[in-house]
């Protein structure tokens, strides 16, 4: 009996060892904490990418010292960061020199869409106010040196115009910057780069290209065919973006 009991005994103070030993894994204080974070990137958009339906302009019977009036295009930033604008704008004729077409372009930037008959109504002012109803440098020349003559514009819309020049220079009046090289037949025109082609989020810029034929241009652009294509690209504002083609 005596070695049953201590047996016993053993075995339940064995149980209690076990028992103490296994509370005394839970008897330290602890303590935790944790953090998560995510990003989510921005979209660098222009017109969501698509391709603009409307032709810069369209024209036949087109003669000397004619001027055709192009259609309004809007570029609209689609994305959620500030982007930077560049316009190349491309001309072929092809049975002679692109050199007799004079380009000229009116640009509006706005936040708040107006209908299309405010935009005529601004362009018309613009047109009259700027050019003094002529596509030519003296008359421009002439509405740029009294500004406080120029049409007014509702609040938050500001407006570039002028003649793409074949040189590299600013356009009548400083309202932007355009650059220009040539090539036989064909011209390449680089228009923006400066702070009124920098669109914000939800901001538009509605344009138009007028296109005049020289009164110089002779015999052998009878017949000829003008092409224009219009370009462009959009970058992220950051130092050293670079647009897609680079």
Known sequence: M??????????SMAGALVVSAGYGTYSWFTSSTSAVGDIDNGTLSVNNGEAISTKLFSAAKFAPSQVVTGEFITLDNTG???????LTYEASVDKASADPYKIYYMAFKYTAKPDMDELNDWRMAWEK????????????????ASKSDMPQLPKGVEVVTGEVAVEEASS??????????????????????DEFFTLNEDEYITMAFDVKLDDGAGNEYQGAQYDANLMVEAKQTD????????
Do not use: C, W
């Open 129 to 144: 106010g700027f050019f003094n109803g002529n596509h030519n440098p003296r008359s421009m020349g002439i509405a740029a």
């Open 172 to 193: 009548i009046a400083s309202f932007s910057k355009s650059t220009a090289s040539a090539a036989e037949g064909s011209k390449t025109f680089k228009i923006g780069n």
């Open 239 to 246: 130092m050293g973006a670079k647009y897609k083609n680079k």
């Open 2 to 11: 005596n070695k049953v009991k201590k047996a016993l005994l053993a075995t």
């Open 80 to 86: 959620n960061l500030e982007q930077n604008l560049k």
